[in-house]
């Protein structure tokens, strides 16, 4: 289920694949304390339903004994449509306060299924090593381990890095690809942009937005997965995501800012 393993993931702005893990990378876009909130609609039947909530909480906490952020992104499936879907989604990350990812997690419960996957990140020698780690449905343990000579991420760890990217200069068309993991594989994630946007949350606020496209590669072609909306200006919040799921379509929109670090010089009076 591909819902929030987007959001915001969700919700990526971009970084491109690197030739040496040097992953750190400077925080511009939010500070300890940020929270956002939406609502999900799902597309049942030609009908839009109010499908539930989600939520992204940001901290500055501590992983294995040093300063760390810690972000908490879920996923809430209300009653009503839990008669068509269940969806329990609940992701977790720290990443260093020079941004490397250090960990991630997603625990998932999707119709029946329920799965979880871990990433473990360390830097050997300059190196990016990542230990994987899958929960199948069945509750079976499949661990990989990899070393690789550039960066990875995952889908929690990539949105926090990559709102501080400056699209300054992007013009219509613009693409980029990155490696994402997940905890049994390493894929190419896409970002496609393709201009700005006004967006209303739900929230009753407008915000001029910065209009992009993710598609990762599967068995060798890309699929269209989210189309996302975020603020243009310093903070890069996603306002609004238009989700392509395997059981229909689902939008999210924001219900709420807080705690963010910069203005929001992008509403729209």
Excluded at 117 to 138: A, M, W
Excluded at 182 to 193: E, F, I, P
Aim: with cysteine; charged share 25%.
């Amino acid at each position: 289920m591909r819902s929030f393993k987007y959001l915001i993931t969700t919700l990526l702005l971009a970084v491109a694949m690197q030739s040496g893990a040097q992953c750190s990378f400077r925080n511009e876009a939010f500070k300890s304390g940020e929270f956002l909130s939406y609502n999900l609609y799902y597309n049942w039947k030609f009908v839009w339903v109010k499908a539930g909530t989600a939520s992204m909480y940001t901290v500055q906490s501590r992983y294995n004994g040093k300063p760390a952020y810690r972000a908490s992104l879920t996923t809430r499936g209300n009653r009503r449509v839990d008669d068509m879907y269940v969806l329990r989604d609940t992701l977790l990350c720290y990443s260093s306060l020079d941004m490397e990812p250090l960990y991630f997690r997603k625990g998932a419960r999707e119709g029946s299924r329920y799965t979880v996957d871990e990433v473990f990140y360390t830097y050997p020698g300059g190196k990016c090593n990542i230990r994987q780690h899958r929960l199948t449905s069945s509750a079976e343990h499949l661990w990989e381990q990899h070393t690789l000579n550039y960066c990875v991420y995952d889908m929690l760890n990539i949105f926090l890095r990559a709102r501080s990217f400056n699209p300054d200069g992007w013009t219509s068309g613009k693409v980029i690809d990155f490696p994402i993991a997940d905890g049994n594989s390493v894929d190419t994630g896409r970002l496609a942009y393709s201009g700005k946007v006004t967006v209303k949350g739900d929230n009753g606020h407008k915000y001029r937005c910065l209009r992009l496209a993710y598609s990762e590669k599967e068995d060798g072609k890309f699929e269209h997965i989210v189309d996302f909306y975020v603020t243009d200006d310093k903070n890069h919040v996603p306002v609004r995501l238009d989700l392509f799921l395997r059981f229909g379509s689902a939008k999210a929109f924001v219900t709420s800012m807080k705690g963010l670090r910069s203005p929001v010089t992008s509403l729209v009076k």
